[in-house]
């Protein structure tokens, strides 16, 4: 079975700093790959996907994120963090194949703070 | 567009009592799902539907039943609730691609139930 692994529970950082939130899955078959993010008390929102074509990926609110294939990763990056990105970021799979295509699997999430 | 909805966003319930979540989408979407979301755990796929009249169980089913009469609508009913049940509840759904499946999902804003 496939498995997400987002390697860090919480992220701070301070305001205008860089940052990089890490995904990791696990599968063997072609991929679909999506960053949401959920602000407190809200649903959750599509940050960026990658379906095929190249392997950087740019999102909303300046995020982007690279698809690399033989390290199996989607690692999430902005170059400089607002206060207003705090927020949990979940990464999630999506195989192309099997009886388990109808549905993503969710990381465990990254809590990122933005401190002053 | 409303995107996806959820009724109600707040309840209270003791153990044993019954209730439905009601989760409704003007997308046109054919593909809907119910998750849970528990602290440290990330989302966890209750139950999900390929369409409209069909039904399938995710990976935490138990307690819970759901029903699709309607394409725009995907309800969970929980028949005698549980503390363990106790956690935010979303509702998502997805459009299919022409080739490869369902895509992203698109979520509710959420429905937070306690359960005394």
């Known amino acids: 079975a496939q498995s997400v692994t987002q390697l860090d529970s919480q992220v701070p950082v301070f305001e205008e700093a860089p940052v990089e939130l890490r995904c990791n899955y696990s599968?063997?078959?072609?991929?679909?790959l999506f960053w949401y993010v959920q602000y407190p008390n809200q649903g959750l929102q599509l940050l960026l996907k990658y379906l095929s074509g190249s392997t950087l990926v740019k999102g909303i609110n300046g995020f982007e994120a690279e698809f690399n294939k033989s390290q199996t990763s989607f690692h999430l990056r902005k170059p400089s963090v607002h206060i207003s990105d705090t927020a949990e970021y979940f990464c999630a799979v999506r195989i192309l194949s099997g009886g388990s295509n109808y549905k993503l699997t969710f990381g465990k999430g990254t809590l990122l703070t933005v401190n002053p | 567009n409303a995107g996806v909805t959820q009724t109600p966003k707040f309840r209270v319930l003791k153990t044993g009592q019954s209730m439905t979540l009601l989760c409704a989408q003007d997308m046109n979407h054919e593909y809907m799902y119910w998750y849970r979301q528990d602290p440290g755990m990330g989302l966890r796929l209750i139950h999900y539907s390929v369409g409209e009249g069909t039904t399938a169980k995710g990976e935490v089913p138990d307690g819970y039943n759901v029903s699709r009469l309607k394409k725009q609508n995907f309800l969970l009913g929980l028949e005698s609730a549980a503390p363990s049940q106790t956690s935010v509840y979303f509702c998502?759904?997805?459009?299919?691609?022409?080739?490869?499946?369902?895509?992203?999902?698109?979520f509710g804003p959420g429905t937070r139930l306690t359960v005394l």
């Open positions: 998502a759904s997805s459009y299919l691609r022409l080739a490869g499946g369902p895509v992203e999902q698109f």
């Open positions: 599968s063997s078959v072609s991929v679909y």
